[in-house]
Protein backbone atom coordinates (compact mmCIF):
# COMPACT_ATOMS: atom_id res chain seq x y z
CA UNK A 1 0.00 0.00 0.00
CA UNK A 2 2.29 2.68 -1.22
CA UNK A 3 1.95 6.59 0.17
CA UNK A 4 3.71 8.96 2.00
CA UNK A 5 4.58 8.78 5.76
CA UNK A 6 3.33 12.00 7.01
CA UNK A 7 6.24 12.63 9.63
CA UNK A 8 5.09 14.95 12.33
CA UNK A 9 1.55 15.36 11.39
CA UNK A 10 -0.66 17.74 13.57
CA UNK A 11 -3.66 18.67 13.96
CA UNK A 12 -3.89 22.10 13.22
CA UNK A 13 -2.66 21.18 9.74
CA UNK A 14 -5.97 19.62 8.74
CA UNK A 15 -8.18 20.02 11.01
CA UNK A 16 -11.80 21.83 9.75
CA UNK A 17 -13.17 25.25 11.07
CA UNK A 18 -16.31 24.01 11.85
CA UNK A 19 -14.83 21.49 13.73
CA UNK A 20 -12.84 23.93 15.94
CA UNK A 21 -16.06 26.45 16.36
CA UNK A 22 -17.97 23.91 16.94
CA UNK A 23 -15.90 22.53 19.89
CA UNK A 24 -15.26 25.89 20.86
CA UNK A 25 -19.36 26.23 21.27
CA UNK A 26 -19.84 22.75 23.18
CA UNK A 27 -17.03 23.63 25.94
CA UNK A 28 -18.67 26.94 26.35
CA UNK A 29 -22.23 25.81 27.26
CA UNK A 30 -23.44 25.66 30.48
CA UNK A 31 -22.50 23.19 33.18
CA UNK A 32 -20.57 21.17 30.07
CA UNK A 33 -17.36 20.72 32.57
CA UNK A 34 -19.60 19.24 35.52
CA UNK A 35 -20.88 16.87 33.23
CA UNK A 36 -16.97 15.89 32.28
CA UNK A 37 -16.33 15.58 35.61
CA UNK A 38 -19.51 13.31 36.58
CA UNK A 39 -18.47 11.05 33.55
CA UNK A 40 -15.23 10.63 34.21
CA UNK A 41 -15.62 9.95 38.07
CA UNK A 42 -18.36 7.13 37.21
CA UNK A 43 -15.90 5.51 34.48
CA UNK A 44 -18.21 6.12 31.37
CA UNK A 45 -14.98 4.76 29.60
CA UNK A 46 -14.69 1.43 31.52
CA UNK A 47 -18.75 0.42 31.32
CA UNK A 48 -17.95 1.04 26.90
CA UNK A 49 -14.70 -1.10 26.92
CA UNK A 50 -16.43 -3.64 29.09
CA UNK A 51 -19.07 -3.65 27.31
CA UNK A 52 -17.06 -3.69 23.47
CA UNK A 53 -14.28 -5.89 24.40
CA UNK A 54 -16.85 -8.64 25.72
CA UNK A 55 -19.08 -8.43 22.93
CA UNK A 56 -16.87 -8.15 20.11
CA UNK A 57 -13.96 -9.89 18.34
CA UNK A 58 -10.41 -8.84 18.17
CA UNK A 59 -8.61 -8.14 15.16
CA UNK A 60 -4.91 -9.25 15.87
CA UNK A 61 -2.39 -10.23 13.20
CA UNK A 62 -3.12 -13.96 13.42
CA UNK A 63 -6.81 -13.85 13.27
CA UNK A 64 -7.36 -11.20 10.61
CA UNK A 65 -3.63 -10.16 9.33
CA UNK A 66 -5.03 -8.56 6.06
CA UNK A 67 -7.32 -5.63 8.30
CA UNK A 68 -4.15 -5.62 11.02
CA UNK A 69 -1.51 -4.97 8.20
CA UNK A 70 -4.18 -1.93 6.73
CA UNK A 71 -4.14 -0.87 10.34
CA UNK A 72 -0.55 -0.71 10.68
CA UNK A 73 0.23 1.37 7.39
CA UNK A 74 -2.56 4.28 8.71
CA UNK A 75 -1.15 4.23 11.92
CA UNK A 76 2.20 4.75 10.75
CA UNK A 77 1.48 7.22 8.02
CA UNK A 78 -0.72 9.09 10.02
CA UNK A 79 1.78 9.38 12.72
CA UNK A 80 -0.34 7.85 15.64
CA UNK A 81 2.24 6.67 17.80
CA UNK A 82 -0.13 5.25 20.46
CA UNK A 83 -1.70 1.24 20.44
CA UNK A 84 -5.17 1.47 19.27
CA UNK A 85 -6.92 -2.28 19.19
CA UNK A 86 -9.07 -3.19 16.57
CA UNK A 87 -12.47 -4.98 16.74
CA UNK A 88 -15.44 -6.39 14.56
CA UNK A 89 -19.03 -6.01 15.63
CA UNK A 90 -21.88 -8.26 14.09
CA UNK A 91 -24.14 -5.27 12.05
CA UNK A 92 -25.95 -4.64 8.79
CA UNK A 93 -24.95 -1.41 7.58
CA UNK A 94 -21.25 -0.33 6.27
CA UNK A 95 -20.21 1.82 9.59
CA UNK A 96 -17.41 2.26 12.21
CA UNK A 97 -16.60 3.92 15.02
CA UNK A 98 -14.10 4.44 18.04
CA UNK A 99 -14.50 4.56 22.05
CA UNK A 100 -11.07 5.02 24.91
CA UNK A 101 -9.29 7.82 25.36
CA UNK A 102 -7.05 6.00 27.56
CA UNK A 103 -6.92 2.93 25.93
CA UNK A 104 -8.50 3.28 22.19
CA UNK A 105 -10.78 1.13 20.39
CA UNK A 106 -12.05 1.20 16.53
CA UNK A 107 -14.87 -0.86 16.11
CA UNK A 108 -15.83 -2.00 12.55
CA UNK A 109 -19.08 -3.92 11.63
CA UNK A 110 -19.12 -6.91 9.92
CA UNK A 111 -20.71 -5.34 6.92
CA UNK A 112 -18.16 -2.80 6.57
CA UNK A 113 -15.26 -5.46 6.84
CA UNK A 114 -17.46 -7.64 3.52
CA UNK A 115 -17.96 -4.95 1.49
CA UNK A 116 -15.31 -2.35 1.67
CA UNK A 117 -11.99 -3.13 -0.45
CA UNK A 118 -9.08 -2.49 1.07
CA UNK A 119 -7.98 0.49 0.05
CA UNK A 120 -11.28 1.60 1.25
CA UNK A 121 -11.11 0.26 4.56
CA UNK A 122 -7.95 1.99 4.90
CA UNK A 123 -10.13 5.14 4.39
CA UNK A 124 -12.64 4.51 7.17
CA UNK A 125 -9.75 3.39 9.74
CA UNK A 126 -7.56 6.55 8.72
CA UNK A 127 -10.85 8.35 9.69
CA UNK A 128 -11.27 6.29 12.88
CA UNK A 129 -7.38 6.98 13.49
CA UNK A 130 -8.24 11.01 12.94
CA UNK A 131 -10.52 10.93 15.62
CA UNK A 132 -8.20 9.92 17.96
CA UNK A 133 -5.15 11.76 17.12
CA UNK A 134 -7.71 14.96 16.91
CA UNK A 135 -8.25 14.16 20.48
CA UNK A 136 -12.14 13.46 19.56
CA UNK A 137 -12.96 10.56 21.48
CA UNK A 138 -13.81 12.00 24.50
CA UNK A 139 -16.70 14.29 23.51
CA UNK A 140 -17.21 11.67 21.04
CA UNK A 141 -17.95 8.81 22.88
CA UNK A 142 -20.59 11.53 24.64
CA UNK A 143 -22.54 12.08 22.01
CA UNK A 144 -22.34 8.72 20.28
CA UNK A 145 -23.71 6.85 23.60
CA UNK A 146 -25.71 9.70 24.35
CA UNK A 147 -29.37 7.87 25.01
CA UNK A 148 -27.71 5.23 26.76
CA UNK A 149 -25.88 7.93 28.94
CA UNK A 150 -29.50 9.96 29.14
CA UNK A 151 -31.82 6.79 29.46
CA UNK A 152 -29.85 4.50 31.97
CA UNK A 153 -27.45 6.94 33.94
CA UNK A 154 -29.38 9.44 34.03
CA UNK A 155 -31.98 7.29 35.61
CA UNK A 156 -29.59 6.39 38.45
CA UNK A 157 -28.63 8.47 41.49
CA UNK A 158 -25.44 10.28 39.79
CA UNK A 159 -27.24 13.17 38.60
CA UNK A 160 -25.88 13.08 34.98
CA UNK A 161 -29.47 13.22 33.31
CA UNK A 162 -30.26 16.29 34.37
CA UNK A 163 -27.46 17.85 33.47
CA UNK A 164 -28.11 17.04 29.34
CA UNK A 165 -29.94 19.54 28.70
CA UNK A 166 -31.71 20.26 24.82
CA UNK A 167 -28.92 22.93 24.54
CA UNK A 168 -26.18 20.67 25.84
CA UNK A 169 -27.40 17.98 23.26
CA UNK A 170 -27.75 19.94 20.54
CA UNK A 171 -24.06 21.10 20.83
CA UNK A 172 -22.55 17.76 21.34
CA UNK A 173 -24.50 16.49 18.08
CA UNK A 174 -23.53 19.58 16.09
CA UNK A 175 -19.66 19.45 17.51
CA UNK A 176 -19.92 16.04 16.54
CA UNK A 177 -20.99 15.87 13.18
CA UNK A 178 -18.66 18.63 12.59
CA UNK A 179 -15.72 16.33 14.08
CA UNK A 180 -16.58 14.26 11.22
CA UNK A 181 -15.76 16.72 8.29
CA UNK A 182 -12.23 16.51 10.08
CA UNK A 183 -12.06 12.63 10.34
CA UNK A 184 -12.94 12.67 6.49
CA UNK A 185 -9.64 14.96 5.67
CA UNK A 186 -7.88 12.43 8.22
CA UNK A 187 -9.19 9.34 6.13
CA UNK A 188 -8.07 10.86 2.92
CA UNK A 189 -4.81 11.72 3.96
CA UNK A 190 -4.34 7.61 5.26
CA UNK A 191 -5.75 6.29 1.93
CA UNK A 192 -4.31 9.15 -0.32
CA UNK A 193 -7.07 8.45 -3.06
CA UNK A 194 -9.56 10.89 -3.64
CA UNK A 195 -11.47 8.21 -5.57
CA UNK A 196 -11.43 6.25 -2.89
CA UNK A 197 -12.53 8.58 -0.51
CA UNK A 198 -15.89 9.13 -3.19
CA UNK A 199 -16.50 5.49 -3.60
CA UNK A 200 -16.27 4.35 0.54
CA UNK A 201 -18.84 7.40 0.66
CA UNK A 202 -21.27 6.19 -2.21
CA UNK A 203 -21.22 2.46 -0.31
CA UNK A 204 -21.58 4.68 3.19
CA UNK A 205 -24.60 6.06 1.18
CA UNK A 206 -25.95 3.22 0.37
CA UNK A 207 -25.08 2.09 -2.93
CA UNK A 208 -26.01 -1.74 -3.79
CA UNK A 209 -23.60 -3.95 -3.75
CA UNK A 210 -24.51 -5.13 -7.16
CA UNK A 211 -23.34 -1.76 -8.37
CA UNK A 212 -19.93 -1.79 -6.98
CA UNK A 213 -18.02 -2.41 -9.56
CA UNK A 214 -19.91 -0.26 -12.02
CA UNK A 215 -19.44 3.18 -9.87
CA UNK A 216 -19.65 6.23 -11.42
CA UNK A 217 -17.96 8.95 -8.96
CA UNK A 218 -18.00 11.55 -11.71
CA UNK A 219 -22.12 11.28 -10.72
CA UNK A 220 -21.54 11.86 -7.07
CA UNK A 221 -19.20 14.86 -7.27
CA UNK A 222 -21.94 16.55 -9.22
CA UNK A 223 -24.45 15.87 -6.87
CA UNK A 224 -21.81 17.15 -4.26
CA UNK A 225 -21.70 20.26 -6.19
CA UNK A 226 -25.66 20.70 -6.59
CA UNK A 227 -25.62 20.21 -2.89
CA UNK A 228 -23.03 23.09 -2.26
CA UNK A 229 -24.77 25.19 -4.69
CA UNK A 230 -28.14 24.92 -2.38
CA UNK A 231 -26.69 26.94 0.04
CA UNK A 232 -27.41 29.71 -2.18
CA UNK A 233 -31.04 29.69 -0.86
CA UNK A 234 -32.25 30.91 2.28
CA UNK A 235 -35.02 28.12 2.39
CA UNK A 236 -32.44 24.89 1.15
CA UNK A 237 -30.26 26.73 4.53
CA UNK A 238 -33.29 26.35 6.72
CA UNK A 239 -34.23 22.67 5.54
CA UNK A 240 -30.60 21.34 5.40
CA UNK A 241 -30.51 22.70 9.01
CA UNK A 242 -33.65 21.05 10.22
CA UNK A 243 -32.87 17.75 8.65
CA UNK A 244 -29.79 17.57 10.37
CA UNK A 245 -30.40 19.32 13.99
CA UNK A 246 -30.89 16.21 15.82
CA UNK A 247 -28.65 13.68 13.14
CA UNK A 248 -25.31 12.22 14.16
CA UNK A 249 -23.50 12.25 11.39
CA UNK A 250 -23.73 14.66 8.23
CA UNK A 251 -25.37 13.88 5.51
CA UNK A 252 -22.72 12.01 3.22
CA UNK A 253 -23.18 13.72 0.52
CA UNK A 254 -22.20 17.07 2.74
CA UNK A 255 -19.32 15.12 3.70
CA UNK A 256 -18.52 14.89 0.34
CA UNK A 257 -18.95 18.36 -0.89
CA UNK A 258 -16.22 19.53 2.46
CA UNK A 259 -13.90 17.22 1.23
CA UNK A 260 -14.04 17.85 -2.54
CA UNK A 261 -14.09 21.68 -1.37
CA UNK A 262 -10.45 21.04 0.67
CA UNK A 263 -8.95 18.97 -2.08
CA UNK A 264 -9.80 21.77 -4.53
CA UNK A 265 -8.59 24.40 -2.40
CA UNK A 266 -4.78 22.73 -2.41
CA UNK A 267 -4.80 22.59 1.14
CA UNK A 268 -4.44 18.54 1.19
CA UNK A 269 -1.69 18.82 -1.58
CA UNK A 270 0.02 21.25 0.93
CA UNK A 271 -0.54 18.77 4.36
CA UNK A 272 1.22 16.12 1.86
CA UNK A 273 3.95 18.54 1.58
CA UNK A 274 3.93 20.34 5.00
CA UNK A 275 2.33 17.86 7.63
CA UNK A 276 3.58 19.98 10.51
CA UNK A 277 1.85 22.65 9.42
CA UNK A 278 2.39 26.02 7.49
CA UNK A 279 5.61 26.56 6.51
CA UNK A 280 8.21 28.26 8.81
CA UNK A 281 7.77 31.60 7.50
CA UNK A 282 4.21 31.86 7.24
CA UNK A 283 3.81 29.91 10.49
CA UNK A 284 5.62 32.85 12.41
CA UNK A 285 3.69 35.46 10.48
CA UNK A 286 0.00 33.58 11.97
CA UNK A 287 -0.81 34.16 15.57
CA UNK A 288 -1.77 31.54 17.78
CA UNK A 289 -2.74 30.92 21.29
CA UNK A 290 0.10 29.40 23.16
CA UNK A 291 -1.96 27.04 25.06
CA UNK A 292 -4.33 25.30 23.09
CA UNK A 293 -3.34 26.71 18.98
CA UNK A 294 -6.21 28.61 18.66
CA UNK A 295 -5.65 31.00 15.53
CA UNK A 296 -5.56 34.47 16.81
CA UNK A 297 -5.54 38.26 15.29
CA UNK A 298 -3.15 39.59 17.41
CA UNK A 299 -4.79 41.87 19.90
CA UNK A 300 -6.68 39.86 22.45
CA UNK A 301 -5.57 39.36 26.01
CA UNK A 302 -7.11 36.22 26.16
CA UNK A 303 -7.66 33.44 23.77
CA UNK A 304 -11.41 33.39 23.12
CA UNK A 305 -11.44 29.38 22.84
CA UNK A 306 -9.39 28.39 25.87
CA UNK A 307 -9.72 31.74 28.09
CA UNK A 308 -6.16 31.12 29.26
CA UNK A 309 -3.87 34.61 29.15
CA UNK A 310 -1.94 35.39 25.42
CA UNK A 311 1.73 35.20 26.68
CA UNK A 312 3.59 34.69 23.18
CA UNK A 313 3.01 33.86 19.68
CA UNK A 314 4.62 31.43 17.82
CA UNK A 315 3.60 27.90 15.21
CA UNK A 316 0.97 26.49 16.51
CA UNK A 317 1.43 24.02 19.23
CA UNK A 318 -0.33 20.37 20.09
CA UNK A 319 -4.15 21.22 21.26
CA UNK A 320 -5.18 20.85 24.96
CA UNK A 321 -6.08 17.89 26.35
CA UNK A 322 -10.27 18.22 27.36
CA UNK A 323 -10.78 17.46 31.54
CA UNK A 324 -9.81 14.04 32.74
CA UNK A 325 -7.66 13.16 29.20
CA UNK A 326 -3.91 11.91 29.79
CA UNK A 327 -1.37 13.06 27.54
CA UNK A 328 -2.25 10.24 24.76
CA UNK A 329 1.03 10.84 22.73
CA UNK A 330 3.68 9.38 24.50
CA UNK A 331 6.72 8.43 22.34
Not at 76 to 91: K, Q
Not at 154 to 164: A, V, Y
Request: proline residues 7%; contains cysteine.
Amino acid sequence: MAGIKLEGLRLQAYEHPSDAAALNALTHTAGFDTLITKLNAWGIERFLRVQLTGSYLKVTQDSFPDLYQIYLVMKERLDVPIEVDLYIASGGEINAFTVGVERPLIVLTTTAVEQLAPYEMAFVIAHELGHIKSRHVLYYQIAEFLPLIAGVVGSMTFGIGELLSAGMQMALLNWKRMSEFTADRAGLLGCQDAEVAWRTMMKLAGLPPKYFASVNTEDFLKQARDFQALDADTISKIAKWLNSVGAMHPWTVARAQQLLQWIESGQYEEVLKHPQGPAYGAAQAMKFCNVCGNQLKGTEAYCPRCRNAVTGYGPPPAPPLPPGMPPPFVR
